[in-house]
């Protein structure tokens, strides 16, 4: 037994030590990476210490965020490589006692034990780099953060008391010759650089950005309505698309028209180092202004009503759309004061005057849009006296009003950053709030149009997959709802981003979510979930192919009646979903050990509460194997009696004679006696009773009978019909007759055309009937010729 252990362990190290070779190589690569980030950590830590603006600490928290990501891309390559070495030492198997090993073999022991330690280090400090890049990503949040409170706090000379203004005027003539300094650097540089080449240059982006603004804009608005107009989707698709395009276009042109005139004076050199960080920050506002300008005419949408997205009148439109304006000049020119008062080093007063100007102008804005909307609503209700009712608006309104107020006071009072940041934050809020707004109708319109059960997809799913109508339309609005979620997540950390918890935030929950939650040995993503559900429905997608299969090819040509293949159809629809579900657990990643714990768990709860569930299910399973009740059969259950239709796992529909569905559990139809009418192939039995006197011509009546049975097709020849005399009383004999027909459900109608026929030719031939009576019986089997069958009659009429 040694030497073919030994063999194999040969065979394993020649296989063994190129991948090992390749296993070090990959180690040390990633090695090496992780030296490099943490020495790039190292110094993001150092450099932490004299970021004091928000531009250096962004540039920080992006260099962060790198080394988090390169420590998280080794675990996740080096992960891998662990679980390889881990089973070729699995393979190798533990060293023998007493057995002296080759030196091949304990080479590679060793070997893969290098490997193994030197994998196993190198992750644990991939992820004690990750952990330290992220507290010093929360430690340049928490800088921020702590920097937005103290500039929150700073106070100021009030614009009303006489000390700022004495101080602007103080500092004027130093502020005037900084300025003079920096427009004079500007203007050098420009009257150096300027010859014909740099004015052909210029000249041609400033074309450029024309063409871009007016023709080119022009074309694809007219391109954008055609196409909405003439091939879009009908619905509420067509609206929102085209909102969205005019954004799109409404941002991109003119952001791009300022970087085509500003590129051209950069490759013109006619920027000096000063002029170009205000010209980054042109072309950056005007991307902003420009988007925000292109918000509002796409939802007010003035010269086309009918598409407008929000349920707004033409009168709202024609007053907001000027406030859109408004809000994006004042954005603009205010930002870029704002940089230019930092490039050219204004004095605090100044810098404190141009911040209060800025910031009255913003509230001066958010109140004209409130009076304007109270406006509005007023003239929009007819009554006066019956106020229109909103109180989510009304609460809006309120809370907008009060910080309105107090940024206002706060302006007056000293506090002018506060009120600069509050007043920006309401507009900014505003504006996320717009853009919230538009592409979740866009999201919702696209999920409802691109799943949905009229158009190709829907159709698509439906014969091919087996996906219900309504199961197409229910998941267009499930995925729109996951969608409109994540977009309420990334609009709230856009909303938090002047306070320093912004998207980037947001991206950390959703990479958290993304790398799985564990409860307890069970760990669930979002990737497994996906996972999960594709196997899910491809597995269903299996089992209804193999059903079509089985339903409409092999079963027919097996000698089964139709309840058998039902039992069978229905034994295998349930196998195939049970076994879609464990499919699906397993790529969720819940095996059958995790599974049996599970069930385990529930086995008290279903011994409990879903015991009649339980009870049910196994006596639909019963009901399908043993087969004493199958569709078609005619049964009688206490005092109705119907076909049975349909056997559910469940329960048994049984139609009656109403034309009603009885459902029965299918416990009662097996534990409860059941009278199954059609069990055993049966036939129909008709009994007719009456008498005639004893005078009359018996055999001539006998006769008649005879005829009137065989004139009946439906009455069966084997068994023959009987005609048997039952008694003679009070003179009159009394006739008991017997026929059989096919099927018990033809016996009634048979019976009906029997009586009209004998009850004709009665009265024709004079023979006075007495009272009659009628029966109808089913029956297994034929009854017996003789004295059995001659006795079956009285029998059951006396029963």
């Not at 990959?26 to 004091?52: I, M, P």
Request: glycine content about 8%.
């Amino acid at each position: 037994m040694i030497v073919p252990r030994y063999f194999a362990a040969l065979l394993l190290l020649v296989s063994a030590l190129p991948a090992v070779a390749q296993d070090e190589a990959k180690v040390a690569s990633v090695a090496a990476g992780l030296t490099r980030a943490s020495a790039e950590l190292q110094a993001v830590d150092d450099a932490a210490v004299e970021a004091r603006d928000d531009a250096a600490r962004q540039a920080l928290r992006t260099r962060a965020e790198a080394v988090q990501a390169t420590a998280a891309e080794a675990v996740r390559v080096l992960t891998p490589e662990m679980a390889l070495v881990q089973a070729r030492v699995t393979e190798l198997g533990a060293a023998t006692p007493g057995v002296v090993e080759a030196p091949e073999i304990r080479q590679q022991r060793r070997l893969l034990a290098q490997s193994q330690s030197a994998i196993d280090s190198a992750i644990k400090r991939a992820r004690l780099i990750g952990v330290e890049a992220k507290q010093q990503i929360d430690d340049i949040g928490a800088a921020e953060a702590e920097e937005l409170g103290q500039q929150l706090s700073e106070r100021s000379a009030s614009p009303l008391s006489p000390t700022l203004w004495t101080a602007i005027v103080d500092h004027l003539p130093r502020d005037t010759a900084r300025l003079n300094r920096f427009a004079a650097t500007g203007v050098r540089q420009f009257v150096q650089r300027f010859d014909m080449q740099a004015a052909m240059i210029a000249l041609t982006g400033l074309l450029a950005a024309l063409v871009l603004l007016v023709p080119v804009r022009g074309a694809l608005h007219r391109l954008g309505r055609g196409y909405a107009t003439d091939h879009a989707p009908g619905g509420r698709i067509r609206r929102s698309a085209y909102a969205l395009w005019l954004v799109v276009i409404g941002t991109m042109l003119p952001g791009f028209a300022a970087l085509a005139f500003v590129q051209s004076l950069r490759w013109s050199a006619l920027l000096s180092p000063a002029f170009d960080q205000i010209a980054t920050r042109f072309v950056g506002l005007s991307f902003f202004a420009a988007f925000l300008s292109a918000l509002g005419g796409a939802l007010l949408l003035r010269a086309q009503p009918s598409w407008r997205l929000l349920p707004i009148g033409d009168s709202a439109a024609q007053t907001l759309r000027p406030f859109t304006w408004a809000a994006a000049g004042l954005v603009f020119f205010g930002q870029l004061l704002i940089t230019a008062n930092a490039l050219v080093g204004a004095s605090a007063a100044a810098s404190t005057a141009a911040n209060a100007l800025i910031a009255l102008l913003h509230l001066a804005l958010i109140a004209g849009v409130l009076v304007a909307l109270g406006r509005l609503r007023a003239a929009a209700q007819p009554d006066p006296e019956k106020p229109a009712r909103n109180s989510l608006l009304a609460i809006v309104a309120l809370v907008v009003w009060l910080a309105v107020l107090v940024a206002f006071v706060a302006t007056l009072t000293g506090y002018v950053n506060f009120a600069l940041k509050t007043a920006q934050w309401m507009v900014w809020g505003a504006i996320v709030g717009a853009t919230l707004y538009l592409m979740m109708t866009f999201t919702d319109d696209a999920c409802r149009a691109a799943l949905s059960s009229s158009n190709r997809i829907g159709r698509s799913a439906n014969s091919g997959f087996g996906v219900g109508n309504r199961t197409v339309d229910q998941i267009g609005v499930l995925l729109s709802a996951v969608l409109r979620l994540m977009l309420i997540m990334l609009a709230f950390g856009a909303v938090m981003a002047p306070f320093g918890a912004g998207v980037t935030s947001v991206f950390e929950l959703f990479g958290t979510l993304a790398g799985g939650i564990t409860v307890g040995e069970i760990t669930i993503s979002p990737g497994a979930v996906l996972r999960s559900i594709a196997v899910l429905f491809v597995a269903l997608a299996i089992m209804r192919g193999l059903q079509h299969w089985l339903v409409n090819s092999y079963l027919p040509t097996t000698a089964m009646d139709a309840g058998a293949q039902n039992s069978v159809t229905m034994v295998a629809r349930y196998a195939g979903i049970i076994a879609a579900v464990l499919w699906a657990l397993a790529a969720l990643g819940i095996g059958m050990e995790k599974l049996a714990v599970v069930l385990g768990a529930l086995s008290v709860g279903i011994g409990f509460g879903l015991q009649a569930i339980t009870q049910n299910f196994v006596s639909g399973l019963i009901l399908l194997a043993e087969r004493p009740v199958k569709i078609g059969d005619w049964v009688r259950i206490g005092n109705q009696e119907g076909d049975v239709k349909r056997i559910n796992v469940r329960s048994t529909e049984i139609q009656v004679a109403d034309r009603s569905t009885l459902i029965v559990p299918n416990s009662e139809l097996i534990t409860k006696t059941i009278q199954n009418m059609t069990l055993a192939a049966p036939i129909g039995r008709i009994q007719l009773q009456f008498s005639v006197p004893i005078e009359s011509d018996l055999d001539a009546v006998r006769t008649m009978l005879f005829t009137a049975f065989a004139d009946q097709s439906e009455v069966l020849d084997d068994p023959e019909v009987k005609v048997f005399i039952d008694s003679v009383d009070g003179g009159r004999a009394k006739l008991n007759c017997f026929a059989y027909v096919a099927s018990p459900r033809d016996a009634y109608p048979v019976r009906s055309a029997l009586l009209f026929t004998l009850l004709r030719q009665f009265r024709e031939a004079g023979i006075d009937l007495g009272a009659t009576t009628t029966r109808m019986e089913l029956i297994g089997t034929p009854p017996a010729v003789g004295a059995a069958g001659i006795m079956a009659g009285p029998t059951d009429a006396a029963r």
